[in-house]
């Protein structure tokens, strides 16, 4: 005999059958993401601020390839591909149903406008360099894109799969930075400036459809606002969510989840090596031996952080271990300032970009620096006159930034940078790294460069940023680490 609990059960679940309209409760299908900061615009293919990508990338728009929530590359609008022996031809097959928002095709044309759009003389595309080995590009049929290489490129999969490699139309891509029209799982809806971005569930899809309806990304920069909206059910999950301090809140309420893993920001204090004093190897050598890495991240970070000795993170093969070779020295420092002839000191200025990160780095630093006779003059800067005048202009002499792109260390052989850094050496190895496929000779040469960036003290390597996230408990689906700067709600969905 069924006990009492059992037929109550039943006879509740009998009764509510029975009930016209009647159904069981629904699991939700919108989501409210929070971001620290807003996007300028909503092109990946024109910009370097990570938080263009962290509403588009995979959501909206999709590169041929795309990196997925465990760094591999995998599929994207190309379906499938072949390589040469040579590596130097790439054979793309598309999605024989790819759309883009507006109901046009996506096809080879699309494709061979984006990637020469990229790598034509006036374009803006941040990561220009990604497609600078392309020759080719050839479109023998609406599904097929062949691509030829002028050297190897072992990474170049790798930056086809980023958000500046998006494929977008050409009837389209003049105002992809108000209105974006691209691939993905969803498309555009809105914009309330200052405050959200709205996605909707694009039902023409071709692959598999989203849990989710609608997505919301909410921007607030203050801490506490942030930390009261995720107590207030307002925001329903929050990655890269900065105000460390509040984790053990978090972890302890039963109502929300904690995850905390990697990403790929390697956090610097950008030198620009091209002013005096700083293309003195000696003063930045100092500098590394004046900033006390852990007291920093426990400082900043309140303990979620890795400490880093060159420019590779500690989680991809081929990183080597460099923290050793500028241990925290003041009296080191003081007496390298003296040989390179500033016994007094000096003075400089450090720009200091919005993230919470950098802005309370940068404080510490300040006064690290102090310590041994640099005397900083500390700038705070919003992000759009930073990138004009740091990234763009190399207008600073210091700076503290995260370089979240993955896998990017060959930022030191440009020779625009913004670091203003030149090394023979360094070229040398990446120029073998470019023909290289072999992982473990790649593993090798990657140990090659970071001792060279290491040994040049091209700018004091503080931290990996940690990837925190906390939402609502009975969300699944977000990524713990972020090998790419993404926010990929195409698999969240509500328990």
């Known amino acids: 005999m069924l006990n009492r609990a059992k037929r109550l059960a039943l006879a509740a679940a009998t009764a509510l059958a029975l009930v016209p309209g009647a159904a069981w409760p629904q699991a939700r299908t919108d989501l409210v993401v929070g971001m620290r900061l807003e996007p300028p615009h909503l092109d990946p293919t024109a910009g370097a601020a990570a938080a263009i990508d962290e509403v588009t990338y995979a959501n909206l728009f999709e590169p041929l390839t795309r990196v997925n929530a465990d760094g591999k590359v995998v599929p994207g609008l190309a379906q499938s591909w072949t390589v040469s022996k040579d590596g130097l031809t790439y054979s793309f097959r598309l999605r024989p149903n790819a759309k883009f928002h507006d109901g046009s095709a996506a096809d080879s044309a699309d494709v061979k406008f984006s990637l020469d759009r990229a790598r034509a003389a006036d ?38 799969a980023s958000g500046d490699a998006a494929i977008v139309a050409p009837e389209t891509a003049a105002t992809n930075k108000q209105t974006p029209v691209g691939t993905g799982p969803f498309k555009f809806e809105r914009w309330v400036s200052g405050d959200r971005v709205i996605l909707a569930r694009n039902p023409a899809y071709d692959g598999a459809q989203p849990a989710l309806d609608r997505v919301t990304f909410r921007f607030i920069s203050d801490p506490a606002a942030q930390v009261a909206a995720l107590k207030a059910g307002d925001i329903d999950t929050f990655p890269q969510f900065d105000t460390y301090e509040a984790l053990p809140e978090f972890r302890a309420n039963p109502a929300f989840m904690v995850m905390v ?48 000795g060159s420019h590779f993170p500690p989680h991809r093969a081929g990183y080597v271990d460099l923290t050793g070779m500028y241990p ?16 007094d000191g000096f003075e400089t200025t450090l720009k200091l970009p919005p993230p919470i990160y950098a802005r309370r780095s940068g404080e510490l630093i300040a006064a690290m620096l102090a310590e041994v006779g640099i005397r900083v003059k500390v700038e705070p800067m919003e992000w759009a006159p930073w990138l004009e005048k740091v990234f763009r202009g190399k207008d600073y002499d210091l700076t503290l930034i995260a370089h979240t792109e993955p896998l990017d260390i060959d930022i030191y052989g440009r020779p ?8 023979e050496r360094f070229l040398k190895v990446e120029e073998e790294l470019n023909r290289t496929q072999d992982p473990v000779k790649r593993e090798k040469l990657y140990a090659e460069q970071q001792q060279i960036l290491a040994e040049d003290a091209v700018n004091a390597f503080l931290f990996m940023l940690p990837a925190a996230t906390v939402q609502n408990a009975k969300i699944e689906g977000m990524w713990l680490n972020r090998p790419i700067q993404a926010n990929d709600v195409t698999a969240v969905r509500w328990k």
Do not use: C, W
Not at 126 to 131: D, L, P, S
Not at 291 to 299: C, E, F, N, P
Not at 416 to 423: L, M, T, V
């Open 123 to 160: 374009s803006v595309n941040a990561q220009k360099a990604y497609f600078a080995a392309i020759d080719t590009v050839e479109t023998p049929d609406p599904q097929t894109v062949v691509v030829t290489l002028s050297r190897p490129d072992g990474l170049f999969l790798f930056h086809m």
């Open 261 to 308: 893993g990697s990403t790929e920001g390697e956090t610097i204090l950008g030198t620009n090596n091209g002013r005096k004093p700083f293309d003195d190897v000696r003063v930045r050598r100092a500098m590394a031996h004046a900033i006390d890495r852990k007291t920093l991240i426990d400082g900043v970070l309140f303990g979620n952080g890795a400490a880093i």
């Open 328 to 343: 925290y020295d003041p009296e080191k420092a003081k007496a390298l300032l003296a040989e390179a002839g500033h016994a």
């Open 416 to 423: 625009d940078y913004y670091f203003n850094y030149k090394s």
